[in-house]
T-cell receptor, first 116, second 112 residues
Framework: NAGVTQTPKFQVLKTGQSMTLQCAQD?????MYWYRQDPGMGLRLIYY???????DKGEVPNGYNVSRLNKREFSLRLESAAPSQTSVYFC???????????????FGDGTRLSIL | QQPVQSPQAVILREGEDAVINCSSS?????VHWYRQKHGEAPVFLMI?????EQKGHEKISASFNEKKQQSSLYLTASQLSYSGTYFC?????????????FGTGTRLQVTL
């Protein structure tokens, strides 16, 4: 049972380069999320998708774009990477449907991204 | 707005108890708790709902005071495996979907 799979696990970019982080889940979950984690800041939501075909901004969306390719896959794109985007990125998924729906989130192992 | 967690860090000896608090300035639908070990992904612990219902997988207790907009996580007879950073998340309803806003975490270290 793979759960949530993120690729790549590590990446080093130069300022201005573009990159797509991939995320796939095999639990047939409706909702998917992208977070970034910086020291002392906790987990901050970048974008989320409550269902296939919908995406919404989270707390820190600037500099990022997302695509919910299908129910399984949710990708995060950095169009022009900046040093401030150096972080650990986590993808998560849950059974939550539209509305107020309390369901656990299942996290991938993360992508450690450094931008020089 | 992020919920506020306290304390920021705590060191315990094995067998001791700890309480981690989470408070919000907004009315809460629910509070979610996660634990993250160093270098790993966050792992779900439990969800506390209005009315006292709990959804969880581990033998960790917690409380949810809706009026005070607070939740507390109780770690009793701590074990070395309890070490990690604990995050609370408060559910925000956008009008169409739900999302979590996480606190900045409480780092717990259990020693021999």
């Amino acid at each position: 049972n793979a759960g949530v799979t993120q690729t790549p696990k590590f990446q080093v970019l130069k300022t201005g380069q573009s990159m797509t982080l991939q995320c796939a889940q095999d639990m047939n979950h409706n909702s998917m999320y992208w977070y970034r984690q910086d020291p002392g800041m906790g987990l901050r939501l970048i974008y989320y998708s409550a269902s296939e075909g919908t995406t919404d901004k989270g707390e820190v969306p600037n500099g990022y774009n997302v695509s919910r390719l299908n129910k399984r896959e949710f990708s995060l794109r950095l169009e022009s990477a900046a040093p401030s985007q150096t972080s650990v990125y986590f993808c998560a998924s849950s059974e939550a449907r539209a509305g107020v729906d309390n369901q656990p989130q299942h996290f991938g192992d993360g992508t450690r991204l450094s931008i020089l | 707005q992020q919920p506020v967690q306290s304390p920021q860090a705590v060191i315990l000896r094995e067998g001791e108890d700890a309480v981690i608090n989470c408070s919000s300035s907004k009315a809460l639908y629910s509070v979610h708790w996660y634990r993250q070990k160093h270098g790993e992904a966050p792992v779900f612990l439990m969800i506390l709902l209005k009315g006292g219902e709990q959804k969880g997988h581990e033998k960790i207790s917690a409380s949810f005071n809706e009026k005070k907009q607070q939740s507390s996580l109780y770690l009793t007879a701590s074990q070395l495996s309890y070490s990690g950073t604990y995050f609370c998340g408060t559910l925000v309803y956008t009008g169409t979907a739900s999302k979590l806003t996480f606190g900045t975490g409480t780092r717990l270290q259990v020693t021999l």
